[in-house]
């Protein structure tokens, strides 16, 4: 039964926010609202998401969308407008790459507005990284949504950025699918700017086709309240996905990361590993979860995720799951929380390095194997230096 908390969506609000959409998008849309009425908002005993400004329904505002770096032959562009022009590309896989398994993916397939299409035809492999960035006003209520198609044997990378207004309050319920042909590879990179007064929840939905690679590369600093999940089903045999994230948190903002690989085919292969940094008062909820599914024979999947406080008043909770239906499998995961040793700090304070240089040194530590893991040299230099400047002393 759908949360008292939250003021669902009705069919007039679905039909005025896009009036001259085509049928089979509506129908789409009111699918996902009749579905709304059993369906709760994501459960989470550490965060209390049925209390966050982004579960209330009101009619949604359009965020502003830029783009850079697409070649020829390759679409980018508005969804609205790719809805209209590109109704052929779109119709097999929007709203439709997973099922809504909560009430706020139900909400957002019924409001969605705003957001961009990328389609890379088969067989062309970028060279170079296709940009997007989404300005959200002050404040106001956002449901946005990307849809990234590669077709076979492509290869595309993908930064989205997400920025605001500095003081602004934005709440966001976002959406993202990606869909890996046969044989495509895909890097999608993401990085969270939000303003400190940002309350964002932030979906990623993506299938794998056989012998397909998808590479999530996720960064989260911004926000006052974060969640997301992600969750990657690997249908194709031979299909590959790896997780690489990161979040730094200060002052009280709060995380609650969701990370799911579904292995479906067969010879499949997950890896997952997060990296964060709290300091002040920051708490971080972290989920990560291996799914095996019935005959995915000769699988491998592993979860690596590990925390460095550099406060006592940080927290983090870490829950490692594996759910295995198959004999023929490897699998397993690590994690671990803890502070800042200050014999190193002591050391190398003692030796005239700054308290705040020695921290971000052991930051800087701290990451670097898996930005070492990272192929997109500019990425890894942005990360360390978000990194850099978060740093308190």
């Not at 407008?81 to 398994?101: K, N, S």
């Not at 670097?368 to 990425?379: N, Q």
Request: hydrophobic share 40%; proline share 5%.
């Amino acid at each position: 039964m759908a949360s008292d908390t939250l003021t669902l969506a009705t069919r007039a609000q679905i039909e005025a926010i896009a009036p001259t959409e085509p049928r089979w998008l509506l129908d789409r849309r009111i699918a996902a609202l009749e579905e709304s009425a059993s369906l709760q908002l994501p459960m989470s005993k550490q965060t209390k998401i049925g209390e966050a400004a982004f579960v209330q329904a009101d009619a949604p505002k359009l965020p502003q969308v830029t783009f850079e770096g697409a070649p020829q032959g390759v679409i980018l562009m508005d969804l609205d407008q790719a809805v209209r022009e590109h109704a052929d590309l779109l119709q097999p896989y929007l709203l439709q790459v997973a099922e809504r398994q909560n009430l706020l993916h139900a909400q957002h397939a019924a409001l969605t507005k705003g957001g961009f299409f990328c389609y890379v035809p088969k067989d062309q492999e970028l060279t170079e990284p296709v940009r997007a960035t989404f300005h959200f006003p002050k404040d106001g209520y956002y449901t946005p949504h990307v849809l990234l198609v590669a077709g076979e044997r492509s290869r595309c990378d993908l930064i989205v950025e997400l920025v605001g207004v500095d003081g602004g309050a934005p709440a966001i319920n976002g959406g993202v699918e990606v869909v890996v042909s046969d044989g495509a590879q895909v890097q999608y990179i993401e990085f969270q700017r939000l303003p400190g007064k940002a309350q964002g929840h932030w979906s990623r939905r993506a299938a794998v086709g056989r012998d397909g690679k998808l590479t999530w590369i996720l960064n989260d600093v911004g926000a006052r309240l974060q969640v997301a999940d992600t969750r990657t089903e690997l249908r194709g045999d031979g299909s590959d996905s790896r997780v690489f994230a990161t979040f730094f948190g200060g002052r009280r903002q709060h995380f609650d990361f969701r990370h799911i690989a579904v292995h479906v085919g067969q010879h499949t292969t997950s890896d997952t590993e997060a990296r964060g940094v709290l300091q002040g008062k920051a708490r971080a909820v972290y989920n990560a979860n291996t799914i095996i599914r019935p005959h995915a024979t000769g699988t491998s999947g592993w979860q690596h995720e590990h925390t460095l406080m550099l406060s006592e008043t940080a927290r983090a909770d870490l829950v490692p799951e594996l759910e295995i239906d198959e004999w023929d499998v490897k699998a397993g995961h690590a994690a671990s929380a803890g502070p800042v040793d200050p014999m190193q700090l002591y050391f190398m304070m003692a030796r005239g390095i700054s308290e705040i240089e020695a921290r971000r040194l052991i930051v800087f530590g701290f990451l670097s194997s898996l930005l070492d893991s990272i192929p997109l040299e500019s990425v890894r230099e942005q990360i360390a230096q978000i990194f850099h400047e978060k740093v308190e002393a």
